[in-house]
C-alpha cells in the first residue's frame, strides 16, 4: 500500500511540474505580448546613440515593428554624455534607450540615468559582457589588436606577442592612436603597473607614429605609410573585405577590448518599446545584423564571422565600466610616457 502511495506521490508531482512549466512559459508568452501592446500604444522610441551602425539596426526594428518609431540620436562618446548630463540637469529626459562607451555608462550608472533591465536576452551574454545587476548588456566590441600591411610584412615576420614589439626592426615602423590609452589601462589591469609601465617606456623607444583616430591609422598601414599598427580588428575585416592589404594578429595575451553598453533610460517616455529594442538589439537577428555590418558582436552563440575572430582562441580582456575612476590616470601616464 505504501509503494503503491509513492508512485501516486511522483505522478502527481510530475503532473504539477508539467502544469507549471507550461503556465511559466504561458507567463513569460503573456509577458511578451504585454510588452508588443504597450509598444504598440506608445508607437515611438528615442534612442541616443555613439555608434553610427544604429540607424541600420533602428530600420531593422522598424520593419519587424511596423507600428514603432525609432528616433536616433548619433554622436561621438562625450558630447553625447554632456548632452545627456545636461538635459538632465534641466529635468528633461528624453531618451528611452541608450548605447555609450564602458566608461561613460558607469557615471550614467552612478547619477540614475540608466536603470537596471534584465532583458530575456541576456542569458547569451557572458560575465564582463554584462552587469550583473542588470543596468547594461554589451552589443558590440572593440579589440585592439596589431593590424600589419601583407604587402611588407609576412605572416611569420609580423610579431606575434607583445615583446615581439620591442626588437631592432619595428623602431620608427609602428602607429598608433595618440588616444589609445585604454590599451595601457587595460595592461596594467592584467599585468600589474610596474610591468605595465616597464613595457611602455621600452615601448616608447621604438619612436611609434602618432595619428589621430584608430580608423585612420588602419588607413595608413593599408597605404603602407607605415607597415604595423594597433588598430580595431573588426576595422581591418572590413578592410580586408574590400580588397585591402591588411591583416591582424590573433596571438597577443592579452587582447585588450572594450564593450558598448546598452541601456534602459531612467525614465523613458516610452518604456516597452524601449525594452523591446533592447530585446531586439541583443537578440540573434540584431546581433547578426550587427555582425553583417562588420561590427563584432558581443553575443556569446553567434558564429565568428572569421576564424580570427573565434571567441575562443581569443585572450581576451575586456575592460569594466566600473574602471571609469582610472581612466584619467591611465591617460596621463600614457601621454607622459610618449611626451604627447
Do not use: C
Request: glycine letters at 8%; a positive charge; proline letters at 5%.
Amino acid at each position: 500500500m505504501g509503494q503503491k502511495k509513492a508512485v501516486i506521490a511522483r505522478e502527481i508531482f510530475a503532473l504539477s511540474l508539467a502544469v507549471w512549466g507550461l503556465s511559466g512559459s504561458g507567463f513569460a508568452s503573456a509577458a511578451g505580448e504585454n510588452l508588443v501592446e504597450g509598444a504598440r500604444r506608445e508607437g515611438k522610441v528615442v534612442w541616443y546613440t555613439n555608434v553610427g551602425e544604429s540607424q541600420e539596426i533602428a530600420r531593422a526594428f522598424e520593419t519587424k515593428y511596423p507600428f514603432i518609431r525609432v528616433e536616433v540620436f548619433r554622436s561621438i562618446t562625450y558630447p553625447l554624455l554632456n548632452r545627456i548630463l545636461n538635459e538632465a540637469r534641466s529635468g528633461v529626459y528624453r531618451y528611452d534607450v541608450v548605447r555609450q562607451a564602458a566608461f561613460p555608462i558607469n557615471l550614467l550608472v552612478e547619477k540614475g540615468l540608466v536603470q537596471p533591465y534584465l532583458s530575456p536576452q541576456r542569458k547569451w551574454y557572458e560575465k564582463g559582457w554584462r552587469d550583473e545587476k542588470g543596468y547594461w548588456t554589451s552589443t558590440d566590441d572593440n579589440y585592439y589588436v596589431l593590424g600589419y600591411n601583407t604587402n611588407l610584412v609576412t605572416k611569420s615576420d609580423a610579431p606575434k606577442n607583445w615583446e615581439d614589439l620591442l626588437a631592432p626592426r619595428w623602431n620608427g615602423r609602428i602607429g598608433m592612436d595618440s588616444d589609445t590609452h585604454v590599451i595601457y589601462g587595460g595592461l596594467e589591469q592584467s599585468w600589474g603597473k610596474d610591468k605595465a609601465a616597464g613595457f611602455f617606456k621600452r615601448l616608447a623607444r621604438q619612436k611609434i607614429n602618432f595619428r589621430k583616430g584608430n580608423t585612420l591609422v588602419a588607413q595608413l598601414i593599408a597605404a603602407g605609410e607605415f607597415p604595423l599598427g594597433f588598430v580595431y580588428a573588426h576595422r581591418v575585416e572590413l578592410m580586408k573585405s574590400q580588397g585591402a592589404p591588411i591583416e591582424w594578429i590573433p596571438t597577443f595575451k592579452p587582447i585588450v577590448s572594450t564593450i558598448g553598453p546598452l541601456a534602459l533610460g531612467a525614465r523613458p517616455e516610452n518604456p516597452n518599446s524601449a525594452k523591446l529594442l533592447i530585446d531586439f538589439v541583443l537578440s540573434r537577428e540584431g546581433q547578426e545584423i550587427l555582425q553583417g555590418l562588420y561590427r563584432i558582436p558581443s553575443r556569446s552563440d553567434l558564429e565568428p564571422r572569421t576564424s580570427n575572430l573565434n571567441r575562443k582562441n581569443l585572450d581576451l580582456l575586456p575592460l569594466s565600466p566600473t574602471l571609469a575612476d582610472r581612466n584619467e590616470e591611465w591617460m596621463k601616464t600614457f601621454r607622459d610616457i610618449f611626451s604627447l
